[in-house]
């Protein structure tokens, strides 16, 4: 079954960028089948949706992050990155890479998860 | 965009027990749900999508029902493993959003 791995710093010094990159362990990332998210939790909180990037490179942001957000794809790499721009301390929180189907947009294979905090 | 309404935000329940966890969307989403399942310091599993249909590898004492704007998750008989918190997701449209979860503790 498909992994999931997300990497990155898990600590990140306001207002600079929040860089995080998904590996995706099989060639699923070229299927037009799925697209691939991002997602996020804060300590002790429910589920934000980031955004989401398809294999052509096409994106659809959460427009509550949209100005601040660039998720980009390298299919040859089975890799997928984030980047959240200006963060401040409640940009701390877990965030997920995730597998999405097309049909149902349901997220069917999650990263493990990798807590960032935002401090100085 | 749509909001999701869980409710109850937690409930108690024992081994054995049938539990019913309520989402409603605040418009109609047709049945473009999702449910998931949450365990402390893991990543969300899918459980449901589409409303009903089971994702592969759950058991099937998980089912879901519902369109529109009203949807349930039903356990029909609790499992020592199924005490976690519960999130239902909405796919009908961009932003995709989330409930603000159940958690089905010990009682």
């Known amino acids: 079954q498909v992994q999931l791995q997300e990497s990155g710093p898990r600590l990140v010094k306001p207002p600079q960028t929040l860089s995080l990159g998904c590996t995706v362990s099989d060639d699923s990332i070229n299927s037009g089948n799925y697209y691939w998210s991002w997602i996020r939790q804060p300590p002790g909180k429910g589920l934000e949706w980031i955004g989401y990037?398809?294999?052509?490179?096409?994106?659809y942001y959460n427009p509550s992050l949209k100005s601040r957000v660039t998720i980009s794809i390298d299919t040859s790499k089975n890799h997928f990155s984030l980047k959240l721009g200006s963060v401040t301390a409640a940009d701390t929180a877990v965030y997920y890479c995730?597998?999405?189907?097309?049909?149902?947009?349901?997220?069917?294979?999650w990263g493990q998860g990798t807590l960032v905090t935002v401090s100085s | 965009d749509i909001q999701m309404t869980q409710s109850p935000s937690s409930l108690s329940a024992s081994v054995g027990d049938r539990v019913t966890i309520t989402c409603r969307a605040s418009q109609s989403i047709n049945s473009h749900l999702n449910w998931y399942q949450q365990k402390p310091g893991r990543a969300p599993k899918l459980l449901i999508y589409i409303a009903s249909s089971l994702q592969s590898g759950v058991p099937s004492r998980f089912s879901g029902s519902g369109t529109g704007t009203d949807f349930t998750l039903t356990i029909s008989s609790l499992q020592p493993e199924d005490f976690a918190t519960y999130y239902c997701q909405q796919s009908y449209s961009n932003p995709l959003t989330f409930g603000g979860g159940t958690k089905v503790e010990v009682k």
């Open positions: 995730a597998r999405g189907q097309v049909i149902g947009s349901a997220f069917d294979y």
């Open positions: 990037i398809y294999y052509s490179g096409s994106t």
